[in-house]
C-alpha cells in the first residue's frame, strides 16, 4: 500500500514556474513507476509526465514536452514535476499517482493502468 500526498500548487502568471512534489509513504515506494496526471474542470484526467522506478526512463505528454520535467528521489520518497513556461491551458489539478505492476521499460500513460493516487493540488495559470 502506497499513500501519495501532493503540494507545491498555486497561482502563477503566464510564463512562469512552479515545482510540484509528490511525497510518498510505504517502503515499496521505489520498485513503482510514477506519474504526474492533471485534470481540468469539465475534461478527462490526462497524462502529463511519468518516470521508471530507478528514473531511467521518462516520458511526457506532447503538449508539455520541453516546459515540464518529472524526477523521482527514492530515498526520499518523492517525485517533483518542474514546470516552467507555464500556459493558461496548464490550468488544472494535479495529480501523483503510482503503477504496482512491474512492466519494464514501458510506462504507461492510461490512468486506468494506475493504482494510487494523490488527492490533488491546485494549479492556476493566468493570463
Known amino acids: 500500500q502506497v499513500q501519495l500526498a501532493e503540494s507545491g500548487g498555486g497561482l502563477v502568471q503566464a510564463g512562469g514556474s512552479l515545482r510540484l512534489s509528490c511525497a510518498a509513504s510505504?517502503?515499496?515506494?521505489?520498485?513503482?513507476?510514477m506519474a504526474w496526471f492533471r485534470q481540468a474542470p469539465g475534461k478527462e484526467r490526462e497524462f502529463v509526465a511519468a518516470?521508471?522506478?530507478?528514473?531511467?526512463?521518462?516520458a511526457q505528454a506532447v503538449s508539455v514536452k520541453d516546459r515540464f520535467t518529472i524526477s523521482r528521489d527514492n530515498a526520499k520518497n518523492t517525485v517533483d514535476l518542474q514546470m516552467d513556461n507555464l500556459k493558461p491551458e496548464d490550468t488544472a489539478v494535479y495529480y501523483c499517482?503510482?503503477?504496482?505492476?512491474?512492466?519494464?521499460?514501458?510506462?504507461?500513460?492510461?490512468?486506468?493502468?494506475?493504482?494510487?493516487w494523490g488527492q490533488g493540488t491546485q494549479v492556476t495559470v493566468s493570463s
Open positions: 518516470i521508471s522506478w530507478r528514473g531511467y526512463n521518462t
Open positions: 510505504g517502503r515499496t515506494f521505489s520498485s513503482y513507476a
Open positions: 499517482a503510482a503503477d504496482r505492476i512491474d512492466r519494464g521499460p514501458v510506462l504507461e500513460t492510461r490512468k486506468e493502468r494506475y493504482d494510487y
